[in-house]
């Protein structure tokens, strides 16, 4: 009778929030630390999961997808000939664990798998027209950086509040293929602190509130590149009002994004001009629960606002999906 615990307050009780705690922390830096002239951060922070029951242990299995083929430059998109760079087409699986010590500590890791495609011309410059274009192609599959992260979720009875703090370790590879850059190689080579917030409520007995923010700053540079500061921000509703056998629940989220441009070795022949961004999305999705241990998730990023520095390349739309199974 699980489906039972949805017609208690989703965020006012404590196993609940607990249960929620867990998943917004663990799922809200799984990504972190991605290097993509999208901002494919947005995936970093928000809310793919909800509690079924005061369980504190779980595996997930999360998927995304951009295909970043649009030039843009400033706050509008530009002709795709200015950019030498034409396509990033990358499936992202994260592996996610987490374990409770008590009702206050725990900790989580999580490890990405990259599989991105990469299509440029070699001999075209930002910002020019190139009549004569070279264009290559590249492909990568391979693991990215581990995170690895504590929580303590102790300030309130009902864990509606807590904090994150971790590492994102340098274990993925800096310079995977030829036509690769530092900052669209799965891994920076960078030793990276996290640090996060979440909070949650309840506005009735049917519509809850979230939010979450991350920083992350890395701690050092790697042969000359040190990627960019960033600051990932999401606040969203959840409606918990239909009754089905398989219990769904609508969400909606805002997701905003800043990434400082990085330093040194971004882009092998001009630089850092082309990096760092603020991206505002809004997330539609829905949260499902299978059965009383398995839990599945959905959502679809659509862009409301983009700034990039120089010319860089950006998806029309993205989108996550995953599976988790709770113990």
């Known amino acids: ?3 039972s615990v949805y017609k208690q307050s989703l965020f006012l009780n404590p196993a609940l929030c607990h249960r929620l705690a867990g998943l917004i922390l663990g799922f809200g830096v ?16 928000g809310l793919p999961g909800l509690p079924v029951s005061g369980m504190n242990d779980q595996v997930s299995l999360q998927y995304s997808f951009m295909n970043q083929n ?6 509008s998109g530009q002709a795709g000939a200015l950019n030498p760079d034409k396509q990033i087409g990358t499936n992202f699986y994260t592996l996610y664990g987490q374990h409770m010590f008590n009702d206050n500590w725990g900790v989580e890791a ?38 690895v992260m504590g929580m303590y979720t102790g300030f309130s009875k009902d864990k509606s509040s807590g904090l ?6 340098p274990t993925g590879p800096v310079n995977p293929a030829p036509l690769i850059d530092r900052d669209t190689a799965p891994g920076t080579g960078t030793t990276d602190l996290l640090l996060g917030y979440y909070s949650m409520g309840n506005f009735s007995a ?37 009754e089905t056998s398989t219990h769904i629940i609508p969400m909606i989220q805002v997701n905003a994004l800043w990434r400082a441009p ?11 001009l082309n990096s760092g961004y603020t991206n505002v999305f809004l997330a539609p999705g829905a949260l499902i629960d299978l059965s009383r241990h398995w839990q599945a998730n959905t959502s679809i990023y659509l862009p409301l606002y983009r700034y990039a520095n120089g010319d860089q390349l950006v998806p029309h739309w993205m989108v996550n999906a995953g599976i988790t199974y709770l113990f």
């Open 164 to 169: 994150t703090f971790g590492l994102k370790l």
């Open 262 to 272: 990085d330093q040194g070795g971004g882009d092998a022949l001009y630089g850092n």
């Open 1 to 3: 009778m699980y489906h």
């Open 30 to 45: 799984a990504t972190q630390g991605w290097a993509c002239a999208c901002g494919c951060g947005v995936f970093d922070v």
């Open 206 to 242: 049917n519509w809850g509130w979230f939010s979450q923010g991350t920083w992350r700053h890395a701690l050092n540079h790697y042969q000359g590149y040190k990627p960019g500061d960033s600051l990932n921000t999401v606040a969203g509703v959840t409606w918990n009002a239909i």
């Open 70 to 75: 649009w030039n843009h430059s400033g706050a």
């Open 110 to 147: 999580m490890l990405p798998y990259w599989m991105r495609s990469f299509t440029t011309d070699t001999s075209g410059v930002p910002g020019q027209i190139n009549p004569s274009p070279t264009t290559r192609s590249a492909n990568i599959s391979s693991l990215s950086d581990l995170r």
